[in-house]
């Protein structure tokens, strides 16, 4: 779990290859299901293009159909689900009599707000070819893309009054999860500020803990 900007889809990935499990977003989940023309990929697809929400039940019956192949036999990451405690809860009963498992931990990526709009607000996106720059990292003074020559802009999604939106509606949204997961004693919070390569150390370290 982590807030936008806090950088979940990469930490995940890294972290999925490390302990060798395959790393399962609903994104990638949908998009499969979507693209392969399954009965739940094409129920989804009716929310979607309507701009509506998919549904609880199509996302999870999507997400068992996912655990149930063969890379899932050993050992998942989640990623970007459950989003809150409804979900939570069908996720913790299904793997119960399915499999007889259980989530043995749940990572949460603590940032510090201002952090976050600062990573967030400095990036500029090249109009012509898609490159991503930071004002502050990449010492960008002038709107120009150093690849192609494009004009840089911003995007909607990262000006800071949008940021400082998203994170409000996470925070609202994801502080019942956090509880849930807490009282289920398996939360841990990692620091995600940083280089990367320290978040997920930091990451690794908390899970070879839990293990013991
Ligand atoms: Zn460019």
């Not at 302990?19 to 693209?35: C, E, H, M, Q, Y």
Request: charged share 35%; with cysteine; aromatic share 6%.
């Amino acid at each position: 779990m982590g807030p936008p900007g806090a950088g979940k889809g990469t930490q995940a990935q890294f972290i999925a290859s490390h302990l060798s499990v395959p790393k399962i977003s609903t994104g990638d989940i949908f998009r499969a299901n979507v693209s392969g023309g399954t009965e739940l990929g094409r129920q989804a697809k009716q929310y979607m293009d309507r701009g509506d929400l998919v549904p609880d039940e199509i996302t999870i019956a999507m997400v068992r159909d996912r655990l149930s192949e063969d890379d899932a036999r050993h050992g998942f990451l989640l990623d970007g689900f459950p989003r809150n405690v409804p979900q939570a809860q069908t996720l913790k009963k299904m793997l119960d009599a399915e499999w007889g498992a259980k989530l043995d931990l749940v990572l949460e990526l603590v940032v510090d707000e201002d952090e976050v709009v600062r990573r967030l607000s400095g990036r500029r996106t090249c109009s012509q070819c898609g490159k991503i720059w930071h004002v502050d990292w990449d010492d960008k003074k002038d709107d120009i893309c150093d690849e192609c020559g494009g004009r840089l802009f911003q995007r909607d999604d990262d000006r800071e009054d949008v940021v400082r939106h998203r994170l409000e509606v996470y925070q609202e949204q994801t502080a019942p999860l956090v509880s849930f997961y807490a009282d289920e004693g398996i939360l841990v919070g990692i620091d995600a500020t940083g280089p990367v390569e320290e978040v997920t150390e930091r990451a690794l370290e908390a899970i070879r803990r839990f293990r013991g």
